[in-house]
């Protein structure tokens, strides 16, 4: 964004504080990564006043700030604009600028998958336009507003993660960002403390299509029944579903595994071969959604191809990591929930990378009054006869170790409640060049703690 700071005080319909009339060149809402030519937004919360770092933000760089109408004492001869609401304004600008863009914006969401998503979906279309994704977790009515307004005048396409915990949220953001198409990778488990069902949580993701622009389209998981009645009583929309089962219009027939990724065939809307230096079925499916979108642009399936071998991921979504004794561990410790979890386990039970299998699972959180029942079900894809240990870290997994405690011997099976010195000691023990580690657990767990002291 390069603007002048009058044109953005006429987005928001005010008057520049002084005459001087200095050109924008992006936004920041902390002063910790302004960049010189910032404007500055800051937020007044129950803690923390961003007022009292306005001083800091022109010292660093910041060309202009905004200022509350009700915050006293506003510093002189700097340049302001006097605002309500910073996070009104700041959703305000976002409109105003995504209105002037000619880019082909792209909404994703779902359950799991949408950042791995969102970078193959970037990753595929980056070696032939210019294209923007949203950096980070920066996927909420702040931080895509954000991105927004960091997209270059010539952006081509612009690759938008939308994240959500209650229902309006997902609305909210399809009607500021207005995508061409739209995704939707699956209905896990995520949030069920707010939404109360799958079924509430397919109508929250389901609402990406409120802000999807007249000829737009819908690309979405065909495998999960919860979808279908949403695509049934939409008439109109124009959409298509991939997956595995059969009746999608773009489906997996083939997957293998090796140390270097997946390799896959596609039926359907394209019949073709391809891989990806991403390991895990979930990862490939993904992938369908990136294809799908790749065609509607007009790529080749050779274009698509090349593009695919150069893809990567965002940190901690199935990373293949190799540790200094030869073993192999698979980090996906970014975030987890039943759904993902049982794709990850499943991935390491059918990989033939290495002979032995282990197993090192968090905590799964934000699943409502059925936790308990979640991270027992996870016992019944856990066998004694494909893995070779279990570590659980947790309080919550102390429900699956109940479970799996007469299946796996003391030597298999270890669960620890907070120390994460003792997995990694159990671990040091247990493993070698014949190991593949599976590490999972939801954010909060921070589990790629573990894999550190292995790291070459």
């Known amino acids: 964004m390069k603007k ?18 200095p050109l924008v060149t992006g936004v920041s809402i902390n002063t910790r990564t302004l960049q010189p030519g910032d404007l500055f937004i800051p937020f007044r919360g129950e803690n923390v006043n961003g007022h009292r770092f306005v001083q800091d933000a022109f010292d660093k760089g910041a060309v202009a700030s905004l200022w509350l109408k009700d915050e006293p004492n506003p510093p002189k001869d700097v340049p302001l604009l006097i605002v309500d609401s910073g996070e009104k304004a700041l959703q305000q600008m976002a409109v105003a600028y995504r209105a002037e863009l000619e880019a082909t914006f792209i909404g994703i969401t779902g359950s799991n998958g949408k950042t791995s998503t969102k970078d193959l979906v970037a990753g595929i279309l980056s070696p032939y336009f210019r294209v923007k994704k949203t950096e980070g977790n920066f996927n909420n009515e702040l931080g895509l507003p954000l991105t927004i307004l960091s997209l270059e005048e010539d952006t ?55 802000g999807l622009q007249a000829k737009g389209k819908l690309f979405y998981d065909g495998d999960e029944p919860l979808l279908r009645p949403f695509i049934e009583n939409t008439p109109s929309l124009l959409s298509k579903s991939f997956g595995v089962d059969e009746a999608n ?18 039926e359907g809307l394209l019949s073709e071969e391809m891989s990806i230096p991403i390991l895990g079925e979930h990862q490939v499916k993904n992938t369908l959604a990136a294809l799908l979108i790749a065609k509607e642009v007009g790529l080749t399936a050779e274009q698509m191809r090349d593009a695919l071998k150069e893809i990567v991921l965002t940190d901690m979504r199935m990373q293949v990591m190799e540790a200094k004794n030869g073993a192999i561990f698979i980090n996906d410790a970014y975030n987890a929930a039943p759904t993902s979890m049982k794709a990850a386990i499943s991935f390491v039970e ?3 990378i290495k002979s032995e299998k282990w197993l090192v699972l968090g905590d799964m959180l934000e699943l409502g009054e059925n936790e308990k029942q979640y991270h027992e079900e996870m016992s019944t894809y856990i066998s004694d006869k494909v893995f070779t240990g279990v570590c659980l870290f947790g309080p919550r997994m102390e429900w699956l170790y109940k479970k799996l405690v007469d299946q796996f011997s003391v030597e298999q099976l270890i669960w620890v409640e907070h120390e994460y010195a003792e997995i990694i000691s159990f671990l040091h023990k247990k493993i070698n060049e ?6 999972k657990g939801s954010r909060g767990m921070q589990l790629e703690r573990i894999i550190e002291p292995f790291q070459k």
């Open 249 to 266: 219009d773009l489906r997996i027939a083939e997957v293998a595994f090796t140390e270097q990724g997946s390799k896959f065939r596609t």
């Open 4 to 21: 002048s700071l009058a044109e953005i005080a006429n987005w928001l319909g005010g008057d520049v504080s002084l005459e001087n009339n």
């Open 434 to 439: 014949a190991s593949i580690v599976l590490v």
């Open 350 to 352: 059918q990989s033939t």
């Open 156 to 210: 081509e396409f612009a690759v938008l993660e939308m994240g959500m915990s209650s229902f309006g949220e997902i609305e909210f953001l399809s009607k500021l960002a207005k995508p061409m198409y739209a995704v939707i990778t699956n209905i896990g488990e995520a949030h069920m403390q707010d939404l109360g069902s799958r079924e509430g949580i397919a109508k929250a993701k389901f609402e990406i299509i409120a």
